[in-house]
């Protein structure tokens, strides 16, 4: 069965600081996609960014990168220029198979200080 | 035009008793989906449709009912309901290519509480 590993619980990060966060999944599967979810207070879930596992070419949108390594089964999320409204939860998921559902790790909190 | 929608947003209610909750999608997707999120955030797929076919029944107790009355609804119905049912729950739904799946759009949850 397939597994999303968050190791950190909780993350802080200065406002216009880089923080990474981590996530190792585990799959025997060879096309899959991996995907970023935040999470503010209001708790809407949204898409920060996704990655094919076919792409060896790392995803990026604006200030959302990441850093996808398939053979070490590792996807970490890079904020840079962090913001105040980056302070959320956020979720590694992996998505295999015909099914379509996703399966989440337990996520991050990350605050941001002024 | 909210995407997913999910109603009711707040839930509050007394053990034993039995509610639904709502979801509607207008994003022309095939698949639905129910998830629940626990007090830890920890995020658990329930059950998932592919046009008003049950395709993933997690353990989950039969106290909770999916129905599908079509590919753009998914209610969850929930009986008898325990202090454990206490969670958000998300409805998403997605549009799974042939062998992969594509991004879950979700409701904004709802968070049920049984005192």
């Known amino acids: 069965a397939q597994t999303v590993t968050q190791s950190q619980p909780e993350m802080s990060v200065q406002e216009a600081e880089t923080v990474t966060l981590s996530c190792t999944y585990d799959t025997s599967e060879s096309d899959y996609y991996l995907f970023w979810y935040k999470q503010p207070p209001s708790r809407q879930m949204i898409l920060v960014i996704r990655?094919?596992?076919?792409?060896?070419q790392n995803a990026t949108e604006n200030r959302f990168s990441v850093n996808f390594q398939k053979a070490a089964k590792s996807f970490s999320l890079k904020i840079s220029d962090s913001q105040l409204g980056d302070a959320a939860m956020y979720f590694c998921a992996y998505g295999g198979g015909s099914q379509g559902n996703l399966i989440f790790g337990k996520g991050t909190k990350l605050s941001v200080k002024p | 035009d909210t995407a997913v929608s999910q109603t009711p947003k707040y839930l509050v209610t007394q053990m034993g008793n039995d509610k639904s909750i709502k979801c509607e999608q207008n994003?022309?997707?095939?698949?639905m989906y129910w998830y629940k999120q626990d007090s830890k955030k920890f995020l658990k797929i329930m059950f998932s449709y592919n046009n008003k076919e049950l395709i993933i029944n997690e353990t989950v107790p039969n106290r909770f009912s999916p129905k599908s009355p079509d590919k753009a609804h998914l209610n969850l119905h929930i009986n008898s309901l325990e202090l454990g049912d206490s969670a958000v729950y998300f409805c998403?739904?997605?549009?799974?290519?042939?062998?992969?799946?594509?991004?879950?759009?979700f409701g904004e949850g709802s968070r049920l509480t049984v005192l």
């Open positions: 990655q094919e596992a076919y792409k060896q």
């Open positions: 998403a739904s997605s549009q799974p290519g042939l062998a992969v799946p594509g991004e879950l759009f």
């Open positions: 994003l022309g997707h095939d698949t």
